[in-house]
Structure formats: structure tokens, C-alpha cells
């Protein structure tokens, strides 16, 4: 006690109270921090497993990680199969650095260590690191640096990547709080996969039955509801169809959806070294990441592709390829998968619809022979029939204007039983025994040129056509029914013409009329060749013309000059 009354401690007692007292309140300090950064944690934490969303689970990752230990940048870097990193989600930079850095990290230097070596690295100053090799041009400063790997399961999924402290160096501490927010990480990448994939099978089968059932019941080209559900159920920027060309040398693009759709369609590309080209010789599924895809595919723009075969009655007729952009988040082996399972059933679909055309086809070929039989076995002869009465019937009537007329209405009878015989022969099979007969080979023809005429021409036949005109004279026959028929329609100012070829007195005859003014072949070359084919097979070829009717005719006797 002082002579003031007041009650003093000894100083060194009292010095040690005073140290004991500030060492308690910095410890209660040390816990209140590292309460209130295990509350941090746990915030993030939750944060992060709220989301199952994949890239807004991987952005948030990074978004927690700056927050948690007070960094101003931070990145998050997905390794891909062949040890690169095919995905950088970085948080910090302005949209105008990353444009003037013109590309993201590739997996080098200290970014390049981690993944080698997955372990946390930290260091209070980068380019003090032997590994340390530069940063771009136009790239932020960042000095002190933490880097933590992301383990999904045993296998790393990637790296998560902190520069610039706050505090100037991260701690031990921020080392521990990353490494057990990468561990949470892990776990919620993980989920978010496992639904990603999920929702991703539930796609692409409603897809595949979806397409089954359209296909199998499809009136028109079932590949373009291939190639666009495909499209939009594997996010791809361009999906094609391709088939061999006939050169076997390369494949040509018949179907195409996406990015430069019309320009690409129709186009060529070598198989050889090509990824449909590859895909069409092994017959099996093809998956490439960007730095896989040979030139031929990076000329069209073009990133991730995966490529299936499409297979039909047991053969790969052609290839499905689907691709993203360069840049573009690479395919999974899951989507490979199910792009492959319903290119499967697609092949399926399209043998039975092929099969279905196939009827369809033999059901039509069935009534045509049907209705060329009724009109064969029942109408020409009925018609005949009545040809025949109508002669009997002209034989008794007194000379005068009734015979002739008679005469006149059994001659339009023939006619007609000449065009139903052409009809006949239109209905029925085109080849027979592998060979087309030379009834429709000229049929065919009309028909091709018929549209330059106002009216189709009419057609008959006489005669066993198809037994004479054989070989090289069916050849010679057929270009002199296109020569006569072209002129017609090129010179004649013909609104109508006729055709007739018959076999007549031991030789083939050919008959063109037009109801025009004649055409220049008579004074030209077009006459001259028509005449001197018949001159070499020992027959002639002569043109006539009136006003409003020409005739050309074409003979040469069957056992000519040159064998048939």
C-alpha cells in the first residue's frame, strides 16, 4: 500500500502479466480468424455443392477459392486425355486482356509442373521458380502464387490456380483451407459429371427412339432428321453424312447441318487420312480432341469431332460426323457411345424403310403388270375383235362414203391398239435377264426429249422389236431417234410429231412425222449422218415435206452389212 492508498504490483510481475495478457488476446485473435475462415470454408463449401450444373460448378470453384484466401486472380484448368489442358476457367481478368493475350495457357511452366507432379505449390514470388517460364504479352502482373490439384476419385481432374495474395505471399494456412477446398471440389465435380452424363443418356436415348420411330415411318429423306436431332442433342456446331464416291478415292458430303451447311454439301474429301475416311475402312467410332483432327477437317473450321459408321444390311455405307468449333469443349467417351448406339439404330431404320420402298416398289411393279395384262389379254383384243366385225360390215355395204369411213374408223383402231401395246410395253419390267429391252430404252428417250415439244410424241411399235433390234443396231436406232426427234424440236415449229419403229419387209423401219415446216437436217449434216448410218448397213434414209406436215423415214434391212 502507497501513501496514496493505492495497491501497486512489483514491476517484473507485473510485466509478465502484461505479456501474458497480450499473448491471450492474439490467441483469441489467431482463433477468431480462424473461426470465422472455417466458417469461410464451410460457406464455400456449400456454395459449391449447391450447383450441379458442371461449368457453373467449375466457375464457382474458382470464385470461392479467390474469395476464401484473398487473391485477386484465379483460374481453375481441366487436364484433358493426352495430358494438355483442354479447358481454363479463370476468373479476374478483364474481357480486354484475354482478347489482347489472344490465347489461354496450354499447360506449361509452372502450370505444366502441377500437372506432372500433382502436388501443391507455393511460392512467394514466381519468376524466382526455375519452372517459372514467362507469361504472354499484355498479361497481368502476378507475382506470389498457389497451386492446388483436383482429385476426382484417383484420377486428377485438374488444377486450381491463385496469384497475387492480398497479404503479399500466401500463407501455410491458405494452403490448407485450398487443399480442403479442393477436396470438396472433387467431390462436387464428380456429381455434377455423374448428372451431366445422366441427363446426357436420357438425351441422347429419347433421341435414338425418337428417330427409330421417325425414320421407320419417314416419307422423305430420314438422314435430315438425323443430322439435325443429332446436332441438337450433342451441341455440335456442323454434323455431316458422308458417303464413298464412285472413285472410291474420296467421300462426298450429302447431308449437312450447322456451321457453312450449304457451302460444304457436295463437297469432296480424300479418304485417306481423313477421319471419315478412317472411320469407313475400320468400321468402328472414331473420338479425336482438337490438336487430334488431321488439316482436311481443321481447312473446315472445324474442332472436337467424333465420327460413327452408319451401317445398313451389314455394310458401312457411309459415315456420321459431328464436330464442335475450335475451342469448343471436346466430346466425352459417353457421347461417342451414344452417338454410335443410335447411328445403330438409325442403320436398322433405314433397312427397314429401304425394305418398305422395296415393297412398295413390288406391289406397284405387281398392278402395272396386273393393268398391262388386262389390257394385253382383254382390251386389244377386244378391240381387234371389233377392227376385225367392222371389215365384215364394210365388205357388205354399196360402194360409196360408207366403206371408206369404215375404213377410216378400223385404221384408228389400229392406232390405238398400237399406243395401248406402247403403254403395254411402259408398264412392264424395263430389264429382263440384266438387260434393258430397246422398247424402253426408246420410251426413255421420248420422254426425255418429249419436254422441248408442246405434246409429247406418240409412240408405236410394230413388229418383234426387241428380238431384231439388238446390240450395235439398237444403238444406231436409238441415235437416230434422238438425231430425227432433236431436230423436230429444235427446227420443225412442230406442236405435235409421232413415232413409229417396226420390223416391215425383212428390215427396220423408222417413221418420224411433225406437224411444222420441216427441219434443216434435209439440207445439212443432220440428214447426212442419219443417211450414211443406213448407207452402212445397206438401207437409206429419205426426208419429204409439205406445208404443215414433214415425214422422215430410216430404213436398213436386218441381214446388213453390219452384224447386229
Not at 486450381?160 to 497479404?167: C, K, M, Q
Request: proline content about 5%.
Amino acid at each position: 500500500m502507497t501513501e496514496e492508498g493505492f495497491l501497486t504490483f512489483p514491476e517484473e510481475p507485473r510485466a509478465k502479466l502484461d505479456e501474458a495478457l497480450s499473448d491471450l488476446v492474439t490467441r483469441a485473435s489467431d482463433v477468431l480468424a480462424t473461426q470465422g475462415r472455417l466458417r469461410a470454408l464451410l460457406k464455400a463449401n456449400q456454395l459449391i455443392s449447391q450447383q450441379l450444373d458442371l461449368p457453373v460448378v467449375l466457375r464457382r470453384i474458382v470464385e470461392t477459392a479467390i474469395d476464401l484466401v484473398r487473391a485477386e486472380f484465379g483460374a481453375l484448368g481441366v487436364i484433358g486425355q493426352e495430358g494438355n489442358l483442354e479447358q481454363f476457367i479463370h476468373v479476374g481478368m478483364g474481357t480486354a486482356d484475354v482478347e489482347r493475350i489472344g490465347h489461354l495457357p496450354e499447360g506449361h511452366g509452372l502450370l505444366g509442373a502441377l500437372i506432372v507432379d500433382p502436388h501443391p505449390i507455393r511460392l512467394s514470388h514466381l519468376a524466382d521458380d526455375e519452372r517459372y517460364s514467362g507469361f504472354p504479352a499484355h498479361h497481368p502482373r502476378m507475382d506470389s502464387f498457389l497451386g492446388v490439384p483436383i482429385l476426382v476419385g484417383d484420377r486428377v481432374f485438374g488444377n486450381l490456380y491463385l496469384t497475387n495474395a492480398a497479404a503479399g505471399e500466401f500463407s501455410s494456412d491458405d494452403e490448407e483451407l485450398v487443399k480442403a477446398l479442393a477436396a470438396t471440389a472433387g467431390f462436387a465435380i464428380d456429381n455434377a459429371r455423374m448428372f451431366a452424363n445422366a441427363q446426357r443418356r436420357q438425351a441422347w436415348f429419347a433421341a435414338s427412339a425418337e428417330l427409330t420411330v421417325a425414320v421407320a415411318g419417314a416419307t422423305d429423306d430420314p438422314l435430315e432428321l438425323v443430322v439435325e436431332r443429332v446436332r441438337q442433342v450433342a451441341c455440335a456446331d456442323l454434323v455431316r453424312v458422308l458417303i464413298p464416291s464412285r472413285d472410291s478415292e474420296s467421300m462426298i458430303i450429302v447431308r449437312a447441318r450447322g456451321q457453312d451447311e450449304d457451302s460444304i454439301v457436295g463437297l469432296e474429301i480424300s479418304r485417306k487420312g481423313s477421319v471419315p475416311g478412317r472411320v469407313l475402312q475400320s468400321g468402328k467410332p472414331l473420338l479425336l480432341n482438337e490438336d487430334q483432327v488431321p488439316g482436311a477437317s481443321k481447312t473446315l473450321g472445324l474442332g472436337p469431332t467424333m465420327a460413327v459408321p452408319l451401317s445398313t444390311a451389314g455394310k458401312t455405307s457411309g459415315v456420321l460426323a459431328v464436330s464442335r468449333l475450335p475451342g469448343g469443349v471436346p466430346f466425352a467417351p459417353e457421347d461417342l457411345e451414344m452417338v454410335a448406339d443410335l447411328a445403330g439404330r438409325v442403320g436398322i431404320a433405314l433397312e427397314l424403310a429401304a425394305a418398305r420402298s422395296d415393297r412398295q416398289h413390288i406391289a406397284l411393279m405387281e398392278e402395272r403388270g396386273r393393268i398391262a395384262r388386262d389390257l394385253h389379254d382383254h382390251v386389244i383384243q377386244q378391240l381387234f375383235a371389233t377392227g376385225l366385225e367392222l371389215q365384215s360390215i364394210a365388205g357388205t355395204l354399196p360402194a360409196g362414203g360408207g366403206p371408206e369411213r369404215l375404213e377410216q374408223a378400223i385404221s384408228h383402231i389400229d392406232q390405238s391398239i398400237g399406243q395401248i401395246r406402247t403403254a403395254v410395253f411402259a408398264l412392264a419390267p424395263k430389264s429382263r435377264g440384266g438387260q434393258i429391252s430397246v422398247r424402253h430404252r426408246i420410251i426413255d428417250l421420248v420422254g426425255e426429249l418429249g419436254s422441248a415439244l408442246t405434246e409429247k410424241p406418240w409412240v408405236s411399235f410394230e413388229g418383234p422389236v426387241d428380238l431384231v433390234i439388238v446390240g450395235a443396231l439398237a444403238d444406231d436406232v436409238l441415235a437416230v431417234v434422238r438425231e430425227s426427234l432433236t431436230n423436230v424440236a429444235k427446227h420443225a415449229s412442230a406442236t405435235k410429231a409421232s413415232l413409229v419403229v417396226a420390223i416391215r419387209d425383212s428390215g427396220v423401219e423408222i417413221e418420224v412425222q411433225n406437224d411444222g415446216a420441216g427441219h434443216p437436217s434435209a439440207r445439212s449434216s443432220g440428214l447426212t449422218n442419219l443417211r450414211e448410218r443406213a448407207l452402212s448397213r445397206g438401207g437409206d434414209a429419205t426426208f419429204s415435206s409439205t406445208d404443215g406436215a414433214a415425214t422422215f423415214r430410216w430404213y436398213v434391212p436386218i441381214n446388213g452389212r453390219h452384224d447386229a
